[in-house]
């Protein structure tokens, strides 16, 4: 593991004429992680979310589907027997239920590729982003490796460094560079503040998915417990030939 050495102890610290910039810019760094952490956590809850709606909810309706037509298809056979319908007409009964089932079982697979759709595309832009936060992460490397080069040059030889600074005009650099950098944290303070808001927001919305989930899911078992009840009667039905 990287070891690394304590910060030197500075006792004589240059007076801090920036002390409110450096809170309001350290302020929004700290609010900045935060914010990630309820994201992070909010796409955690959606994937879950996402996979107890999708991949076991919905498989159960699906299983719950087959079996319902295949109950009716003996239910309405058996009944159409005892009415003494001839062969074609009891095949044409059976026959639409069968087709009912498959042109909504049709649909239902073009509303599963069109979710596939989607979810490949937030895959997608998860893609990018992640891109994304490799070039920045290069480019604050690079900041880094820069600034260190330049510290071991201020340290060898700082009279070198004295003489390419102009000196005359470094506070009024100082000076401009000081309200530009306050004009930008007061714009990232805006952003914070509605993204925090936005995260907040699906965080309670996440919270109210998770319960229609959970009521939904209740709702299956009743459904399956039908189902199964049903399926008692048709045993029995094709028991009694």
């Not at 992640?130 to 992460?137: D, G, P, V």
């Not at 306050?182 to 936005?198: C, H, P, S, W």
Request: a negative charge.
């Amino acid at each position: 593991m990287l070891q690394v050495k304590e910060p030197a102890n500075i006792s004589n610290q240059v007076a801090h004429v920036y002390y409110e910039l450096e809170a309001l810019v350290d302020a929004n760094k700290l609010r900045a992680y935060t914010n990630r952490i309820r994201i992070a956590e909010n796409s955690m809850v959606a994937m879950e979310l996402a996979n107890a709606a999708f991949n076991e909810s919905r498989q159960l309706l699906n299983d719950a589907s087959t079996a319902i037509v295949r109950n009716k298809k003996v239910i309405i056979q058996h009944l159409a027997e005892d009415g003494d319908l001839n062969h074609q007409e009891i095949k044409d009964l059976v026959d639409k239920a069968e087709l009912d089932y498959l042109e909504k079982r049709s649909g239902l697979n073009k509303a599963v590729l069109d979710i596939n759709a989607k979810m490949s595309a937030i895959n997608t832009e998860f893609r990018t982003l992640i891109e994304e936060i490799i070039s920045t992460n290069e480019s604050l490397l690079e900041h880094n490796r820069a600034n260190l080069r330049e510290t071991d040059q201020v340290a060898n030889n700082f009279s070198e460094y004295l003489a390419v600074s102009n000196k005359k005009e470094l506070k009024k650099k100082n000076l401009d560079n000081h309200e530009k950098v306050f004009e930008q944290a007061t714009v990232n303070q805006d952003l914070l503040e509605e993204v925090y808001d936005r995260a907040a927001a699906n965080k309670a919305a996440f919270d109210g998915l998770r319960s229609k989930i959970e009521m939904q899911k209740e709702q299956i078992e009743r459904l399956w417990a039908h189902i199964e009840a049903q399926q008692e009667l048709c045993f029995d039905l094709i028991n009694e030939k």
